[in-house]
């Protein structure tokens, strides 16, 4: 991983400063797409999904090379959902056969999701900070483990995965923060408002199915 970070050397010089910290042209480019990401997120856009993939790709690089070892390596699976999501919103179907529509889980289906959260966050936080050098293995967990929640959801066009996306836009912007990540830290603070209108966007076009 050295290697590559040498090789990508170029991408992770500053363009600028802000609030005293080194912005990259690496976090310049992810926040450009991942903004045009939501966007067609909220339209309920396929080309969100190419445009997942690279910012992802390229947060992974920037959160690895700033020791935020659980934000990278989701990263690197949100790279494999973008294709997996991809693929459910062009031939996806639900479990009556039908083609994908935007749709609202079930109570049961809700707490279940809690549930797997709740139980998953300390497991990870406890690998996290036996197995890397994290400053924050429980801090970064939780996004961590949530974000697979809300990718999951978005993938299934499930319209509770915009809720998810406020808690997890919150609390990423904090752990932004202690980094020095200011332009993300504006990015995931831009996404909270975001995921609000994406809640709404997608309340007018629920599917009258149940699922």
């Known amino acids: ?6 090789l990508l050397h170029p991408l992770f010089t500053p363009a600028f400063e802000l609030l005293g910290s080194p912005i990259t042209w690496t976090e310049i480019l992810a926040f450009v797409l991942a903004v045009w990401m939501v966007i067609c997120n909220m339209r309920v856009h396929a080309l969100a999904w190419p445009l997942a993939l690279i910012s992802s790709l390229l947060y992974f690089l920037l959160f690895w090379d700033g020791k935020l070892y659980g934000e990278a390596s989701l990263q690197l699976v949100f790279a494999s959902l973008a294709v997996w999501g991809w693929w459910q919103w062009l031939r996806g179907r639900d479990a009556q056969g039908q083609k994908l529509r935007v749709r609202q889980m079930s109570t049961r289906a809700r707490w279940l999701a809690l549930c797997a959260v709740l139980a998953a966050w300390p497991l990870l936080g406890l690998l996290l900070d036996r197995q890397t050098d994290s400053p924050v293995p429980y801090w970064d967990a939780f996004p961590t483990v949530a974000s697979l929640l809300g990718q999951y959801l978005l993938g299934r066009k499930y319209q509770e995965n915009w809720g998810v996306w406020v808690i997890v836009n919150a609390v990423s912007v904090s752990l932004f923060a202690y980094k020095g990540y200011w332009l993300t830290v504006l990015l995931y603070a ?14 007018r076009q629920l599917a009258p199915v149940r699922a």
């Not at 991983?1 to 040498?6: E, F, G, I, S, V």
């Not at 609000?196 to 997608?202: E, F, L, N, S």
């Open 190 to 203: 831009v996404f909270i408002p975001m995921s609000i209108a994406g809640w709404r966007a997608w309340q």
């Open 1 to 6: 991983m050295d290697a590559l970070l040498q």
